[in-house]
Protein backbone atom coordinates (compact mmCIF):
# COMPACT_ATOMS: atom_id res chain seq x y z
CA UNK A 1 0.00 0.00 0.00
CA UNK A 2 1.55 3.21 -1.08
CA UNK A 3 0.78 6.16 1.68
CA UNK A 4 1.31 9.89 0.52
CA UNK A 5 2.78 11.52 3.97
CA UNK A 6 1.10 15.18 3.80
CA UNK A 7 2.22 17.55 5.99
CA UNK A 8 4.47 21.35 6.12
CA UNK A 9 7.40 19.08 7.44
CA UNK A 10 8.79 19.47 3.80
CA UNK A 11 9.67 23.25 5.27
CA UNK A 12 12.19 21.79 7.79
CA UNK A 13 15.40 21.83 7.22
CA UNK A 14 16.10 18.61 7.39
CA UNK A 15 13.20 17.14 6.04
CA UNK A 16 15.49 14.65 4.19
CA UNK A 17 15.12 12.92 8.27
CA UNK A 18 11.54 13.33 8.94
CA UNK A 19 10.52 11.85 5.76
CA UNK A 20 13.27 8.95 6.53
CA UNK A 21 11.48 8.31 9.81
CA UNK A 22 7.90 8.39 8.87
CA UNK A 23 8.82 6.06 5.54
CA UNK A 24 10.80 3.76 8.38
CA UNK A 25 7.56 3.18 10.22
CA UNK A 26 5.59 2.93 6.75
CA UNK A 27 7.69 -0.25 5.88
CA UNK A 28 7.51 -1.60 9.15
CA UNK A 29 3.99 -2.34 8.83
CA UNK A 30 4.21 -3.35 5.62
CA UNK A 31 3.25 -0.18 3.94
CA UNK A 32 5.31 2.06 1.07
CA UNK A 33 5.36 6.16 2.57
CA UNK A 34 5.44 8.76 -0.49
CA UNK A 35 6.93 12.10 0.51
CA UNK A 36 6.34 15.17 -1.64
CA UNK A 37 9.55 15.92 -1.98
CA UNK A 38 10.11 12.63 -4.16
CA UNK A 39 10.25 12.57 -8.13
CA UNK A 40 7.28 12.12 -8.88
CA UNK A 41 6.46 8.85 -10.91
CA UNK A 42 6.16 11.29 -14.00
CA UNK A 43 8.04 14.16 -14.87
CA UNK A 44 6.05 17.68 -14.79
CA UNK A 45 6.54 19.81 -18.14
CA UNK A 46 10.02 21.12 -17.87
CA UNK A 47 9.06 24.44 -19.59
CA UNK A 48 6.67 24.86 -16.86
CA UNK A 49 7.29 27.56 -13.59
CA UNK A 50 9.24 25.80 -10.76
CA UNK A 51 6.31 26.49 -8.11
CA UNK A 52 3.88 24.56 -10.75
CA UNK A 53 6.32 21.60 -11.19
CA UNK A 54 6.22 21.49 -7.51
CA UNK A 55 2.60 21.39 -7.78
CA UNK A 56 2.03 19.02 -10.86
CA UNK A 57 4.40 16.29 -8.97
CA UNK A 58 2.29 17.08 -5.78
CA UNK A 59 -0.97 15.86 -7.79
CA UNK A 60 0.74 13.21 -9.10
CA UNK A 61 2.06 11.44 -6.06
CA UNK A 62 -1.60 11.86 -4.58
CA UNK A 63 -3.42 10.03 -7.71
CA UNK A 64 -0.73 7.25 -7.24
CA UNK A 65 -1.13 6.81 -3.76
CA UNK A 66 -3.42 4.50 -1.79
CA UNK A 67 -4.22 6.53 0.86
CA UNK A 68 -3.04 9.83 2.50
CA UNK A 69 -1.96 10.64 5.87
CA UNK A 70 -2.23 14.75 6.69
CA UNK A 71 -0.01 15.78 9.78
CA UNK A 72 -3.12 18.60 10.51
CA UNK A 73 -0.86 19.89 13.46
CA UNK A 74 -1.69 23.92 13.66
CA UNK A 75 0.58 25.63 11.22
CA UNK A 76 1.41 29.38 12.09
CA UNK A 77 -2.26 30.01 13.56
CA UNK A 78 -5.12 27.76 14.60
CA UNK A 79 -5.15 25.73 11.64
CA UNK A 80 -3.59 23.26 9.11
CA UNK A 81 -1.11 24.20 6.90
CA UNK A 82 -3.61 24.53 3.93
CA UNK A 83 -1.56 23.11 1.21
CA UNK A 84 -1.80 19.90 3.22
CA UNK A 85 -5.64 20.20 3.78
CA UNK A 86 -5.98 21.19 0.20
CA UNK A 87 -4.71 17.47 -0.65
CA UNK A 88 -6.59 16.32 2.07
CA UNK A 89 -9.92 17.78 0.33
CA UNK A 90 -8.60 16.17 -3.07
CA UNK A 91 -7.39 12.56 -1.58
CA UNK A 92 -11.21 12.48 0.10
CA UNK A 93 -12.70 13.25 -3.53
CA UNK A 94 -10.65 10.34 -5.28
CA UNK A 95 -12.49 7.88 -2.97
CA UNK A 96 -8.96 6.16 -1.27
CA UNK A 97 -8.28 6.62 2.88
CA UNK A 98 -7.32 9.54 4.68
CA UNK A 99 -6.13 9.65 8.24
CA UNK A 100 -5.40 12.78 9.81
CA UNK A 101 -2.70 13.87 13.56
CA UNK A 102 -2.25 16.51 15.33
CA UNK A 103 0.13 17.09 17.87
CA UNK A 104 -1.13 18.55 20.20
CA UNK A 105 -4.71 18.43 22.71
CA UNK A 106 -6.10 21.55 22.45
CA UNK A 107 -9.30 22.11 20.15
CA UNK A 108 -9.99 24.31 17.92
CA UNK A 109 -12.14 26.52 19.15
CA UNK A 110 -10.06 27.05 22.34
CA UNK A 111 -6.76 27.32 20.34
CA UNK A 112 -8.99 30.51 17.86
CA UNK A 113 -9.93 31.70 20.80
CA UNK A 114 -6.39 31.80 22.01
CA UNK A 115 -4.74 33.18 18.59
CA UNK A 116 -7.72 36.17 18.77
CA UNK A 117 -6.97 37.44 21.92
CA UNK A 118 -8.63 40.58 23.46
CA UNK A 119 -10.06 40.68 19.78
CA UNK A 120 -12.55 37.87 20.20
CA UNK A 121 -15.90 39.64 21.29
CA UNK A 122 -19.60 37.49 22.40
CA UNK A 123 -22.18 38.17 19.63
CA UNK A 124 -26.08 38.59 21.12
CA UNK A 125 -26.32 35.06 21.30
CA UNK A 126 -23.61 34.28 23.26
CA UNK A 127 -21.46 32.93 20.13
CA UNK A 128 -17.65 34.24 19.94
CA UNK A 129 -16.72 35.80 16.41
CA UNK A 130 -13.42 37.94 15.71
CA UNK A 131 -13.22 41.63 15.10
CA UNK A 132 -14.57 41.37 11.78
CA UNK A 133 -17.84 39.66 12.77
CA UNK A 134 -16.79 36.32 11.55
CA UNK A 135 -18.14 33.11 14.03
CA UNK A 136 -15.74 31.46 15.82
CA UNK A 137 -16.52 27.39 15.28
CA UNK A 138 -16.59 25.46 17.91
CA UNK A 139 -18.11 22.01 17.41
CA UNK A 140 -15.15 21.06 20.00
CA UNK A 141 -13.61 19.59 16.75
CA UNK A 142 -9.59 19.21 16.36
CA UNK A 143 -9.98 21.57 13.19
CA UNK A 144 -12.24 23.18 10.83
CA UNK A 145 -15.32 20.60 10.01
CA UNK A 146 -14.63 19.72 6.75
CA UNK A 147 -11.15 18.79 7.69
CA UNK A 148 -12.54 16.28 10.28
CA UNK A 149 -15.33 15.40 8.65
CA UNK A 150 -13.42 14.45 5.39
CA UNK A 151 -11.71 12.06 7.49
CA UNK A 152 -14.68 10.60 9.09
CA UNK A 153 -16.70 10.29 5.56
CA UNK A 154 -13.15 8.56 4.17
CA UNK A 155 -13.74 6.13 7.61
CA UNK A 156 -10.63 7.44 8.53
CA UNK A 157 -9.12 8.06 11.81
CA UNK A 158 -7.64 11.03 13.31
CA UNK A 159 -5.18 10.65 16.14
CA UNK A 160 -3.67 12.96 18.07
CA UNK A 161 -0.76 13.59 20.21
CA UNK A 162 -0.13 16.08 23.45
CA UNK A 163 4.03 16.56 23.29
CA UNK A 164 6.60 19.25 23.79
CA UNK A 165 6.65 22.23 21.96
CA UNK A 166 9.99 21.42 20.95
CA UNK A 167 8.90 18.05 19.09
CA UNK A 168 5.85 19.61 17.56
CA UNK A 169 6.92 19.00 14.00
CA UNK A 170 8.86 15.86 14.93
CA UNK A 171 7.19 13.33 17.25
CA UNK A 172 5.44 10.49 15.09
CA UNK A 173 3.59 8.89 17.77
CA UNK A 174 0.31 10.20 16.39
CA UNK A 175 1.52 9.14 12.94
CA UNK A 176 2.43 6.23 13.88
CA UNK A 177 -1.61 5.28 15.10
CA UNK A 178 -2.77 5.98 11.85
CA UNK A 179 -0.27 4.31 9.97
CA UNK A 180 -1.03 1.38 12.68
CA UNK A 181 -4.68 1.63 11.76
CA UNK A 182 -4.13 1.91 7.72
CA UNK A 183 -2.36 -1.15 7.60
CA UNK A 184 -4.93 -3.17 9.68
CA UNK A 185 -7.44 -1.86 7.46
CA UNK A 186 -5.55 -3.06 4.44
CA UNK A 187 -4.90 -6.35 6.01
CA UNK A 188 -8.54 -7.06 6.69
CA UNK A 189 -9.77 -5.56 3.53
CA UNK A 190 -7.00 -8.21 1.61
CA UNK A 191 -8.67 -10.92 3.71
CA UNK A 192 -12.47 -9.83 3.21
CA UNK A 193 -11.87 -10.06 -0.74
CA UNK A 194 -10.19 -13.07 -0.42
CA UNK A 195 -12.22 -15.46 1.49
CA UNK A 196 -11.11 -18.55 0.17
CA UNK A 197 -7.66 -18.14 1.31
CA UNK A 198 -7.75 -17.15 4.61
CA UNK B 1 -24.59 25.92 -14.56
CA UNK B 2 -24.06 25.41 -10.80
CA UNK B 3 -21.61 27.41 -9.21
CA UNK B 4 -20.43 26.43 -5.82
CA UNK B 5 -20.12 29.29 -3.47
CA UNK B 6 -17.19 28.40 -1.20
CA UNK B 7 -16.02 30.58 1.11
CA UNK B 8 -15.72 32.00 4.49
CA UNK B 9 -18.60 34.47 4.65
CA UNK B 10 -21.05 31.88 6.06
CA UNK B 11 -19.17 32.60 9.52
CA UNK B 12 -20.74 36.40 8.88
CA UNK B 13 -23.86 37.16 11.16
CA UNK B 14 -24.88 38.41 8.03
CA UNK B 15 -24.01 35.35 5.75
CA UNK B 16 -27.23 35.08 4.06
CA UNK B 17 -26.98 38.77 2.81
CA UNK B 18 -23.73 38.29 0.91
CA UNK B 19 -25.22 34.86 -0.27
CA UNK B 20 -28.14 36.58 -1.98
CA UNK B 21 -25.31 39.20 -3.64
CA UNK B 22 -23.31 36.39 -4.76
CA UNK B 23 -26.49 34.20 -6.17
CA UNK B 24 -27.59 37.91 -7.84
CA UNK B 25 -24.06 37.75 -9.48
CA UNK B 26 -24.03 34.08 -10.65
CA UNK B 27 -28.44 34.51 -12.33
CA UNK B 28 -27.02 37.96 -13.84
CA UNK B 29 -24.69 35.71 -15.94
CA UNK B 30 -27.19 32.64 -16.55
CA UNK B 31 -25.81 30.60 -13.89
CA UNK B 32 -27.45 29.50 -10.13
CA UNK B 33 -25.04 29.84 -7.29
CA UNK B 34 -25.29 27.35 -4.63
CA UNK B 35 -24.39 28.54 -1.21
CA UNK B 36 -22.83 26.41 1.65
CA UNK B 37 -26.10 26.56 3.92
CA UNK B 38 -28.62 25.75 1.57
CA UNK B 39 -30.14 22.93 1.43
CA UNK B 40 -28.77 20.19 0.17
CA UNK B 41 -30.06 18.16 -2.42
CA UNK B 42 -30.54 14.99 -0.12
CA UNK B 43 -30.73 15.33 3.74
CA UNK B 44 -27.52 13.58 5.72
CA UNK B 45 -28.21 11.02 8.22
CA UNK B 46 -30.24 13.08 10.88
CA UNK B 47 -28.95 10.59 13.51
CA UNK B 48 -25.35 11.97 12.94
CA UNK B 49 -23.68 14.70 14.86
CA UNK B 50 -24.22 18.44 13.68
CA UNK B 51 -21.33 19.22 12.37
CA UNK B 52 -21.14 15.85 10.59
CA UNK B 53 -24.39 16.82 9.02
CA UNK B 54 -23.43 20.18 8.11
CA UNK B 55 -20.29 18.01 6.11
CA UNK B 56 -22.34 15.99 4.74
CA UNK B 57 -24.31 18.55 2.93
CA UNK B 58 -20.79 20.57 2.23
CA UNK B 59 -19.94 17.84 0.16
CA UNK B 60 -22.90 16.61 -1.30
CA UNK B 61 -23.68 20.35 -2.56
CA UNK B 62 -19.73 20.29 -4.75
CA UNK B 63 -20.87 16.98 -5.89
CA UNK B 64 -23.84 18.73 -6.95
CA UNK B 65 -22.06 21.60 -8.75
CA UNK B 66 -20.24 21.81 -12.00
CA UNK B 67 -17.74 24.38 -10.51
CA UNK B 68 -16.31 25.84 -7.73
CA UNK B 69 -15.36 29.61 -6.88
CA UNK B 70 -13.29 29.85 -3.48
CA UNK B 71 -13.18 33.58 -1.93
CA UNK B 72 -9.58 33.08 -0.59
CA UNK B 73 -9.05 36.20 1.74
CA UNK B 74 -6.82 35.40 4.50
CA UNK B 75 -8.30 34.34 7.08
CA UNK B 76 -7.10 34.86 10.64
CA UNK B 77 -3.45 34.38 9.38
CA UNK B 78 -1.76 34.31 6.22
CA UNK B 79 -3.53 32.09 4.39
CA UNK B 80 -7.17 30.69 3.30
CA UNK B 81 -9.79 29.64 5.17
CA UNK B 82 -9.23 26.06 5.52
CA UNK B 83 -12.68 24.53 5.36
CA UNK B 84 -12.53 26.66 2.04
CA UNK B 85 -9.42 25.29 0.45
CA UNK B 86 -10.63 21.46 1.84
CA UNK B 87 -13.61 22.61 -0.96
CA UNK B 88 -10.86 23.61 -3.36
CA UNK B 89 -8.99 20.65 -3.22
CA UNK B 90 -12.13 18.23 -3.38
CA UNK B 91 -13.47 19.78 -6.35
CA UNK B 92 -10.41 19.75 -8.34
CA UNK B 93 -9.73 16.28 -7.89
CA UNK B 94 -13.33 15.78 -9.19
CA UNK B 95 -11.75 17.38 -12.06
CA UNK B 96 -14.83 20.41 -12.40
CA UNK B 97 -13.28 24.10 -12.77
CA UNK B 98 -12.14 25.69 -9.87
CA UNK B 99 -11.68 29.61 -9.48
CA UNK B 100 -10.56 31.70 -6.57
CA UNK B 101 -10.61 35.48 -5.82
CA UNK B 102 -8.98 37.11 -2.89
CA UNK B 103 -9.50 41.00 -1.83
CA UNK B 104 -5.88 41.68 -0.72
CA UNK B 105 -3.10 42.27 -3.15
CA UNK B 106 -0.47 41.04 -0.76
CA UNK B 107 1.58 37.99 -1.83
CA UNK B 108 1.49 35.24 0.76
CA UNK B 109 5.49 35.41 1.24
CA UNK B 110 4.83 38.84 2.44
CA UNK B 111 1.85 38.40 4.51
CA UNK B 112 3.57 35.59 6.01
CA UNK B 113 6.71 37.68 7.08
CA UNK B 114 4.45 40.38 8.55
CA UNK B 115 2.57 37.89 10.21
CA UNK B 116 5.33 36.13 11.83
CA UNK B 117 6.82 39.42 12.47
CA UNK B 118 10.54 38.99 14.44
CA UNK B 119 10.21 35.66 14.42
CA UNK B 120 11.30 35.73 11.10
CA UNK B 121 15.28 34.76 10.81
CA UNK B 122 17.49 34.08 7.92
CA UNK B 123 18.73 30.59 6.96
CA UNK B 124 22.11 30.37 5.84
CA UNK B 125 21.12 30.73 2.22
CA UNK B 126 19.15 33.61 2.97
CA UNK B 127 16.15 32.05 2.84
CA UNK B 128 13.23 32.71 5.46
CA UNK B 129 12.07 30.87 8.13
CA UNK B 130 10.14 30.91 11.58
CA UNK B 131 10.94 30.31 14.83
CA UNK B 132 10.36 26.74 14.56
CA UNK B 133 12.89 26.28 11.52
CA UNK B 134 9.83 26.10 9.25
CA UNK B 135 10.66 27.77 5.70
CA UNK B 136 8.85 30.63 4.12
CA UNK B 137 7.52 29.53 0.96
CA UNK B 138 8.00 32.11 -1.36
CA UNK B 139 6.97 32.01 -4.87
CA UNK B 140 5.42 34.97 -5.28
CA UNK B 141 1.91 33.60 -5.37
CA UNK B 142 -1.56 34.65 -3.90
CA UNK B 143 -1.02 31.49 -1.37
CA UNK B 144 0.40 28.20 -0.50
CA UNK B 145 1.36 27.17 -4.13
CA UNK B 146 -1.40 23.52 -4.07
CA UNK B 147 -4.25 26.22 -3.78
CA UNK B 148 -2.89 28.30 -6.73
CA UNK B 149 -1.89 25.06 -8.81
CA UNK B 150 -5.06 23.47 -8.20
CA UNK B 151 -7.02 26.66 -10.31
CA UNK B 152 -4.41 26.45 -12.65
CA UNK B 153 -4.41 22.86 -13.08
CA UNK B 154 -8.13 23.13 -13.94
CA UNK B 155 -8.02 25.95 -16.36
CA UNK B 156 -9.74 28.41 -13.41
CA UNK B 157 -8.29 31.64 -12.84
CA UNK B 158 -7.26 33.63 -9.94
CA UNK B 159 -8.65 37.38 -9.16
CA UNK B 160 -7.67 39.77 -6.88
CA UNK B 161 -9.11 43.11 -5.91
CA UNK B 162 -7.20 45.38 -3.65
CA UNK B 163 -10.43 47.07 -1.30
CA UNK B 164 -10.62 48.65 2.09
CA UNK B 165 -9.93 46.65 5.11
CA UNK B 166 -13.62 47.42 5.62
CA UNK B 167 -14.86 45.94 2.88
CA UNK B 168 -13.01 42.28 2.80
CA UNK B 169 -15.61 40.39 2.99
CA UNK B 170 -18.63 41.71 1.20
CA UNK B 171 -16.21 43.33 -2.29
CA UNK B 172 -17.90 41.20 -4.65
CA UNK B 173 -15.69 42.97 -7.45
CA UNK B 174 -13.55 39.88 -7.96
CA UNK B 175 -15.48 37.01 -6.99
CA UNK B 176 -17.81 38.67 -10.20
CA UNK B 177 -14.92 38.25 -12.45
CA UNK B 178 -14.39 34.83 -11.89
CA UNK B 179 -17.81 34.24 -12.64
CA UNK B 180 -17.98 35.96 -15.63
CA UNK B 181 -14.38 34.15 -17.09
CA UNK B 182 -16.50 31.03 -16.07
CA UNK B 183 -19.80 31.72 -17.94
CA UNK B 184 -17.98 32.65 -20.62
CA UNK B 185 -16.07 29.13 -20.78
CA UNK B 186 -19.08 27.95 -20.16
CA UNK B 187 -20.82 29.07 -23.33
CA UNK B 188 -17.66 28.51 -25.47
CA UNK B 189 -17.95 25.29 -24.13
CA UNK B 190 -21.25 24.68 -25.39
CA UNK B 191 -20.99 26.48 -28.41
CA UNK B 192 -18.50 24.28 -29.47
CA UNK B 193 -20.24 21.36 -28.56
CA UNK B 194 -22.69 22.15 -30.70
CA UNK B 195 -20.86 23.48 -33.75
CA UNK B 196 -24.34 23.12 -36.14
CA UNK B 197 -26.34 26.03 -34.21
CA UNK B 198 -23.80 28.38 -33.63
Known sequence: MLIYLAGPELFLADAARIADAKRAICAAHGCTGVFP????????????????????????????????????????????DPGTVYELGFMRALGRPVHGFMNTAARFGSRTLAAL??????????????AEG????????????????????????????????????????????????????SRSGAAAARPGTS
Chains 1, 2 share one sequence.
Open 117 to 130: GRQARRRADGAWED
Open 37 to 80: TDQPPRLPDPGAPEWYRLYLANEAHIRGCDALIANLTPFRGPSA
Open 134 to 185: MAVEDFVLHDNLMIEGGIRAAGGSFETAAVPAAARWTDLTAFGRCVAKLALA
